[in-house]
């Protein structure tokens, strides 16, 4: 790969530790994919609480305040946990705390979230933006046209501390263009709420193999924001889309043909009745219908998702624990609309965290013997991590079956009768 | 049997083969405490990993599979080495931040030329596979 005289400064360790590593990290990712070269970034996007301490510690070991914008993953949030008498909180936040300072010595923003475009914070057109977190990489690519390549959590970090990322990937115009078509078989959507748009989406990701390009026809034009997000984030969680156009939708998706190029389609996937009938089945993973916990907020709430469940919950009082992940500045927003008082009063609360992998009333290892044994949720992504990281039993439906679980602690979700 | 093959991440390994025609996410598919799979319904549900040679085609998921790489490795509950087809920058970035040796682009069908029980060994700098039967 060819360096700059500054890189090999950086690669040789003429400034900091931290750097080094993170550079060499780069350089050898980078290699193993023949990119010509690094790029600087536009801004970058880590998970501090996501990566382990030692390798917290040693990517960020004698580095100065970054001239970049930096931004964060939803972190842990242990002293509300503790709030909510979760057993194991004290044993996290030790460690939260130690990252949390080097975080904020770094200069990095506080943003804390999985959908930080809520905040005013996104991408332009072909900003190169590396990141971490699969769901704000597929979302800033297809959602706002990005450059966002596929990475992992540590790498992301290592391009937030090099300010460089390799080039390679979706960074290359070319390499953006469709190479499947997801035709729709005699679907009629339109009744579908987003949790239909997730069960798309988890069933389109688990068909394309690696992390090709996909092109979605057929849907409405304009698609409502919350419905084109929910189909995009799913992708990447039962495969590795990492960028999807929405036909009629997306930036680089006016038309098919912007969409897809002159590159040759490698296959056309059609959804049908089946198809989605499987997915919503395979998403469902429980026995008896006792609910004992439920999910909003994978990825973290728009504030329209927030107004829909308070809708559904004024006045009621739920019998589950319930959860929504919304970062802080949309749930100041819920709080200013007289929302957040409602969740509150209902017996809900609200978490700048990850209701899904890192879900503290799901997970053994925070919630101790209070951990849920099962759990609702409107989202796929969220419906396969519980499942998976919590290792409990998942409930997948729209969001009105989810709060109406919540208040009567009773699965009566049914499948969507498909037109 | 020498398979020749493109290096991902550096280090040589050997161990027993768990061969699986299908994608893999370290964060999800794989308990980081046992060491073995531990999605609901998949093929593999219950297999160990540990310190196996694992072949599959390529990585999917979250891009905290490179955090989940790490615990496992930390706990002693990672494979000893990875195979696949053709890697994508997570699975990529995982391998090479927590040290396991991996190749993929192999120039002849490992799902097929590899059976699980297999005795494989993996030398990633030098980019070549060899199989060593059962």
Redesign the interface.
């Known amino acids: 790969m060819l360096l700059t005289d500054e890189e090999k400064r950086m690669l040789d360790g003429e400034y900091c530790p931290g750097i080094q590593r993170s550079m060499d990290?780069l350089v050898?990712?980078g290699e193993?994919?023949d990119a010509e070269k690094l790029v600087p970034i536009s801004y970058g996007h880590i998970?501090y609480d996501?990566?382990?301490e030692p390798?917290w510690d040693k990517m960020t070991e004698g580095v100065p305040q970054t001239p970049h914008r930096v931004t964060t993953h939803p972190s842990y949030s242990p002293e509300i946990w503790k709030k909510c008498g979760l057993p194991l909180a004290d044993n996290w936040i030790g460690e939260h705390e130690r990252k949390l300072k080097r975080f904020k010595e770094l200069g990095w923003l506080r943003t804390e979230t999985c959908a930080e475009y809520l905040l005013g914070i996104f991408p332009r057109k072909g900003d190169i933006v590396p990141?971490?977190?699969?769901c704000m990489?597929v979302a800033n690519n297809s959602l706002f046209g990005a450059k966002v390549?596929?990475?992992?959590?540590?790498?992301?970090l290592a391009a937030a501390v090099c300010g460089r990322t390799p080039l390679?990937?979706l960074l290359i115009p070319e390499n953006r263009y469709a190479s499947h078509l997801v035709e729709l078989d005699d679907l009629d959507v339109s009744d579908w709420t987003m949790s239909e748009y997730h069960c798309l989406g988890y069933y389109i990701?688990d068909q394309v193999?690696?992390?090709k390009p996909v092109a979605v026809n057929g849907l409405p034009p304009n698609l409502p924001f919350d419905f084109a997000r929910a189909l995009v984030i799913s992708m990447?969680?039962?495969?590795?889309v990492t960028l999807a156009h929405i036909v009629g939708t997306t930036p680089e998706a006016s038309t098919l043909e912007a969409a897809q190029g002159k590159r040759k389609l490698e296959n056309v996937i059609k959804v049908g009745k089946r198809e989605m009938s499987e997915t919503w089945e395979?998403l469902n993973?429980w026995d008896d219908d006792t609910v004992e916990h439920v999910a909003f907020g994978c990825p973290h709430s728009t504030i329209d998702e927030i107004g829909r469940i308070v809708t559904l919950l004024e006045g009621k009082k739920v019998k589950t624990t319930l959860l929504i992940g919304a970062s802080t500045p949309v749930e100041a927003l819920a709080r200013r609309q007289g929302w957040a008082d409602i969740i509150e009063k209902a017996g809900g609360i609200f978490l700048p965290a990850c209701p899904s992998?890192a879900n503290p009333f799901t997970r053994a290892d925070i919630a101790g013997e209070k951990q849920a044994k099962s759990a609702a949720t409107n989202s796929a992504r969220s419906a396969?991590?519980i499942?998976?990281?919590g290792?409990i039993k998942v409930f997948f439906g729209t969001e009105e079956e989810c709060v109406n679980a919540a208040i009567s602690g009773k699965w009566k979700g049914e499948m969507p009768k498909w037109k | 049997m020498e398979i020749r093959a493109h290096m991902v991440s550096a280090g040589k390994a050997e161990g027993k083969a768990v061969v699986y025609n299908g994608p893999f996410a370290f964060l999800g598919d794989l308990s980081p405490v046992t060491g073995k799979i531990c999605m609901p319904r998949h093929r593999l549900e219950g297999q160990s990993l540990v310190n196996k040679v694992f072949v599959f085609t390529t990585g999917k998921g979250s891009s905290g599979c490179d955090f989940a790489a790490w615990a496992a490795k930390k706990n002693g509950r990672a494979p000893a080495a990875i195979i696949c087809l053709e890697s994508e920058p997570v699975l990529s970035g995982a391998v090479i931040a927590t040290g396991i040796p991996a190749v993929d682009r192999p120039e002849k069908n490992v799902l097929e030329l590899i059976k699980t029980g297999d005795y494989v060994r993996v030398d990633a700098n030098a980019g070549i596979i060899e199989i060593k039967g059962k």
Do not use: E
């Not at chain 1, 390549?149 to 992301?156: T, Y």
């Open positions: 990290l050898k990712l193993s994919f998970g996501f990566c382990p390798f990141m971490g977190g699969s990489q390549d596929r990475m992992g959590i540590l790498v992301s390679m990937g990701g193999p690696g992390f990447p969680t039962s495969g590795a395979r993973v992998i396969h991590y499942a998976s990281v290792g």
